[in-house]
């Protein structure tokens, strides 16, 4: 009955049913432990949850005994105290802040030159309309580090044009999930120019069709106009860049064979701006909610890597 109700939990929050499934399979590993250490889980407290660790680390009760493994355990082990919170504040969780650390933890790799960018940006000529909307993406991801979910959460209330700002949103930080926090960040003035060109000569269009591919059986199709704030569009009307963002680096990619995605892009403006800002503003303006993942960055510039365009 626990495990439906912790299925119902998860469910009421947005995961995925296979991931769900892979919760249930995580915490199935948890409870033939305590049971075995006759411990009710709703006193488990924190050296018996190290406990468990360390006899998971030394036996085969997980499977491949892998760090990463284990900690999503931990994750799955996470969510079901927060369900049991839930349903009673008297119950606290003990697994919130137990990770295990790698010391072994992967470097910042392929940065690329700030300045580079920036001249790469200010050469990328927008012959289409197009061209336009995909120099306004580019924009948001060498200028504010923007991720790709942030792109698609962007509405029009967001964008201060007079001022120069733009607010970027940030995740629920009551979701299980957690990605990055909200920050105001300044927009440069080429791309204030750029966004003006989009919002009043290009977004329009997209809205009314202009610029869907219509086949002869539906002449009509193109005759249509959508109501939503959100900034960016696919060319056809969609709310989902997935095909925009390919096309986008695949033009790139002419340019400089180094570049390869959003991420990379988001990790060498993160590491510029260590150079240039202390690391508790560089947290901010990042999105980042723990300063420790800003830090990763702190000696993985491009000058000390002594990377940069081919």
């Avoid at 190290?50 to 760090?67: G, H, M, P």
């Avoid at 061209?131 to 964008?159: A, P």
């Avoid at 997209?206 to 193109?222: A, D, E, F, N, V």
């Amino acid at each position: 009955m626990a495990m439906k109700t912790f299925h119902n939990y998860l469910k009421n929050k947005g995961f995925a049913v296979s991931t769900i499934t892979q919760h249930e399979r995580n915490i199935s590993l948890f409870f033939p432990w305590l049971s075995a250490n006759s411990i009710d889980i709703k006193r488990c407290n924190y050296s018996e949850l190290v406990r468990f660790i360390d006899e998971s680390l030394s036996s085969n009760l997980i499977l491949q005994k892998k760090r990463s493994h284990i900690n999503r355990v931990l994750t799955s082990i996470t969510y079901y105290f927060d369900y049991l919170s839930e349903r009673n504040p008297s119950v606290l969780n003990p697994a919130k802040n137990i990770r295990i650390r790698n010391n072994n933890k992967r470097l910042v790799h392929d940065l690329l030159d700030y300045n580079e960018l920036m001249t790469l940006y200010k050469r990328y000529i927008p012959e289409t309309p197009r061209y336009v909307r995909n120099q306004v993406i580019f924009g948001f991801l060498i200028c504010q580090g923007m991720t790709v979910r942030e792109l698609h959460n962007l509405k029009l209330n967001d964008l201060n044009l007079r001022e120069g700002s733009i607010l970027i949103r940030g995740d629920n930080p009551r979701a299980l999930r957690k990605g990055t926090t909200s920050r105001k960040l300044p927009l440069e003035a080429v791309q204030v120019i750029d966004l003006l060109e989009y919002l009043k000569n290009i977004r329009s269009k997209i809205l009314i069709g202009k610029y869907l591919k219509t086949s002869g059986r539906k002449p009509k199709r193109g005759n249509r106009k959508r109501r939503t704030d959100q900034v960016l569009l696919s060319m056809n009307g969609s709310p989902y860049l997935k095909n925009s963002l390919h096309h986008l680096f695949i033009d790139l990619k002419r340019s400089s064979l180094q570049i390869r995605s959003a991420r990379q892009l988001r990790q060498s403006l993160i590491a510029h701006w260590l150079t240039q800002f202390n690391l508790r503003k560089v947290q901010y303006m990042a999105g980042h909610r723990y300063v420790s993942s800003t830090e990763w960055y702190k000696y993985n510039t491009p000058v000390n890597l002594g990377q940069g365009f081919s």
